[in-house]
Each structure stands twice: as structure tokens, then as C-alpha cells.
């Protein structure tokens, strides 16, 4: 199975800042199929961006997803104080779908 | 708008088998996929599986032998079964609709949760 690989564990901002945050897979993601997701404290994750690098519906501009092959990348710009939260990358080019660790933007 | 609810008891004994339903709202579980996810306190998300609703299931390969999901179109509902159970199971259990594709992989990501249900196993 794919193991994805998020970087770094915990990211520690100020609202206002830049984000940029690392997912890593041990296997080439097909086409792709990379996705992100958003997720506050007691609340189920939300999903952000998928196939790489397409917003979710609802979801503001100042997150952008990008990358390809092994190396995937999410960027929060302009951090507004309801960004700090958890954040997993998943894949489902190959089966079994997978989920990474996290990272944690806290204040 | 579309809702999930999960449901099931919140404790179960250890060797037992572990039972929820998802009821999903605001949509007919036709022509969908639906999977059940967990996530152990403090752990990554774990994909268990999904169902289509034609009835069609896929498991993952590390449960695929203590795993059952199946649906009742006319309540509307999805459920998990998982025999076996040990403190390892304990987790938040989520049902998740996958978002749709135009081919392979059939869907790409979960566009709609459900709150979770906190699952202990324990005697």
C-alpha cells in the first residue's frame, strides 16, 4: 500500500502568515488522485482540495493544492484563525486508499 | 442538503462483533459509494471499506476477513459489521460518501461526512 508521509508534524504561525504544508508518498500517486482535508477539534474532517489541486465546493481561494508524482504540497495563504486545525492528505490512485499522519497548524 | 448520522452502541466487549448503520439524508444511496473510515484516538484515518449502491463492496485488505458492510435501500442506510473486536478497534467510526469520477478509481476523495461515533472496546 501507498504510505503517505505528511510534513512537518506540527507548523506553529500567527494569523495573517503563510502556510505550506508537506505530503510525501513511498509510490508514485496515479493520476493524481490526491486529496486534502481540513480538520477542527471534536468535528469530522472536510475535504479542501482534490485531485491535486481542485478546491472543494465552498472552500476560499487562499488554499491551493499542488504537485505530482510523490511530492504534494498544500498552501494556506493569509492564515485566518479558523485555519488552525488539523490537515491529512489522502490518495486513492492504488487500492488500498490511504491517509497520512497529519500536520497540526497551531497558533 | 445531503446528511449522514452514524449510529451503534458505543461500547462493545472484546472478541465481539462491532455493528453501526449510517442513514443518509438528502440523498438516495443509489448510485453512490459509501465508506466506513476510523480513526483511533490520536491516529491517522483508516480507510475499512466501501459499498456501492448496487450492493457492490470493496474491503481493505488489513480487515477485509472481519468486515461486512451492507445496505437497506429502503431505510436508506449503510452498515458495518466487524468481528473480532480487540482495544485496537477503538476508534471514531465515520461513514463517508465518496466523491464521484468519470472512471477508475470510481471516486477520488469524500466529499460528505458524518459526525462519527465514538466506538470503545473494552470488558
Known amino acids: 500500500e501507498i504510505v503517505l508521509t505528511q510534513s512537518p508534524g506540527t507548523l506553529s504561525l500567527s494569523p495573517g502568515e503563510g502556510a505550506t504544508l508537506s505530503c510525501r508518498a513511498s509510490q508514485s500517486v496515479s493520476s493524481s488522485f490526491l486529496a486534502w482535508y481540513q480538520q477542527r477539534p471534536g468535528q469530522a474532517p472536510r475535504l479542501l482540495i482534490y485531485?491535486?489541486?481542485t478546491r472543494a465546493t465552498g472552500i476560499p481561494d487562499r488554499f491551493s493544492g499542488s504537485g505530482s508524482g510523490t511530492d504534494f504540497t498544500l498552501t494556506i495563504s493569509r492564515l485566518e484563525p479558523e485555519d488552525f486545525a488539523v490537515y491529512y492528505c489522502?490518495?486513492?490512485?492504488?487500492?488500498?486508499?490511504?491517509f497520512g499522519q497529519g500536520t497540526k497548524l497551531e497558533i | 442538503q445531503v446528511q449522514l448520522q452514524e449510529s451503534g452502541p458505543g461500547l462493545v466487549m472484546p472478541s465481539e462483533t462491532l455493528s453501526l448503520t449510517c442513514t443518509v439524508s438528502?440523498?438516495?444511496?443509489?448510485?453512490?459509494?459509501w465508506s466506513w473510515i476510523r480513526q483511533p484516538p490520536g491516529k491517522r484515518l483508516e480507510w475499512i471499506g466501501y459499498i456501492h449502491g448496487s450492493g457492490s463492496t470493496k474491503y481493505n485488505p488489513s480487515l477485509k476477513s472481519r468486515v461486512t458492510m451492507s445496505l437497506d435501500t429502503s431505510k436508506n442506510q449503510i452498515s458495518l459489521s466487524m468481528t473480532s473486536v480487540t482495544p485496537a478497534s477503538t476508534a471514531v467510526y465515520y461513514c463517508?460518501?465518496?466523491?464521484?469520477?468519470?472512471?477508475?478509481?470510481?471516486?477520488?476523495?469524500?466529499?460528505?461526512w458524518g459526525h462519527g461515533t465514538m466506538v470503545t472496546v473494552s470488558s
Open positions: 489522502q490518495q486513492y490512485g492504488t487500492s488500498p486508499l490511504t
Open positions: 438528502g440523498a438516495s444511496i443509489t448510485g453512490h459509494y
Open positions: 485531485r491535486t489541486s
Open positions: 463517508a460518501r465518496g466523491r464521484l469520477t468519470s472512471g477508475y478509481p470510481p471516486f477520488d476523495s469524500f466529499d460528505i
